[in-house]
T-cell receptor, first 116, second 113 residues
Framework: GAVVSQHPSRVICKSGTSVKIECRSL??????MFWYRQFPKQSLMLMAT?????????EQGVEKDKFLINHASLTLSTLTVTSAHPEDSSFYIC????????????FGPGTRLTVL | SQQGEEDPQALSIQEGENATMNCSYK?????LQWYRQNSGRGLVHLIL?????REKHSGRLRVTLDTSKKSSSLLITASRAADTASYFC?????????????FGKGTTLSVSS
């Protein structure tokens, strides 16, 4: 199988602080990772596509200066929520794409961010 | 952006009954996948069906795909209380590298004992 981890699983921070979330593919290399956000009782919304060694591609309406993405290696992508505000409180889920017939994505367990 | 629309949005059934959820999508796809999510938890991958397949089974799950109608259905047979969760379809929009899975809005299934 393919395992993707996320850290931390849960974080509570004060408004105005920055929070970094890590996404790691543990047993495969991923040139492409994806970041999703999920608000309560809603579906997953794609935020950005993270490509190793290049700039991330952001979906419309997602502020690239607020959600900084770094994909510095083939097994690690990070999402930094800068100057977090209560409206940024959400469940953030990453996925890593494994090259193959179906280019399957494997999802991390998610990070619950609460901004006070 | 959102690709799929599931229906119904919510479904309540008794244990032992079958549950059917439908998903419609808009653009061409390479494959379609179904996921389960328990409240506040991560995603569990259930099944993947490719665009050239029409039906697939996995245990109590049966998935169909009709590319001419751009729709898919997920059937859970002999449901159990543990099947209570949200179910999402997600489409793989093509063979282009880097394209993400796009999720539908989901169906919330409640199975009572």
């Amino acid at each position: 199988g393919a395992v993707v981890s996320q850290h931390p699983s849960r974080v509570i921070c004060k408004s105005g602080t920055s929070v970094k979330i890590e996404c790691r593919s543990l047993d495969f290399q991923a040139t492409t990772m994806f970041w999703y956000r999920q608000f309560p009782k809603q579906s997953l919304m794609l935020m950005a596509t993270s490509n190793e060694g290049s700039k991330a591609t952001y979906e419309q309406g997602v502020e690239k200066d607020k959600f900084l993405i770094n994909h510095a290696s083939l097994t690690l992508s990070t999402l930094t929520v800068t100057s977090a505000h209560p409206e940024d409180s959400s469940f953030y889920i990453c996925s890593a794409r494994k090259t193959g017939l179906d280019n399957e994505q494997f999802f991390g367990p998610g990070t619950r961010l609460t901004v006070l | 952006s959102q690709q799929g629309e599931e229906d119904p949005q919510a479904l309540s059934i008794q244990e032992g009954e079958n549950a059917t959820m439908n998903c419609s999508y808009k653009t061409s796809i390479n494959n379609l996948q179904w996921y389960r999510q328990n409240s506040g938890r991560g995603l569990v991958h259930l099944i993947l069906i490719r665009s050239n397949e029409r039906e697939k089974h996995s245990g109590r799950l049966r998935v169909t795909l009709d590319t001419s109608k751009k729709s898919s259905s997920l059937l859970i047979t002999a449901s159990r209380a543990a099947d209570t969760a949200s179910y999402f379809c997600a489409t793989g929009p093509g063979v282009a590298r880097g394209t993400a899975l796009i999720f539908g809005k989901g169906t919330t299934l409640s199975v009572s004992s």
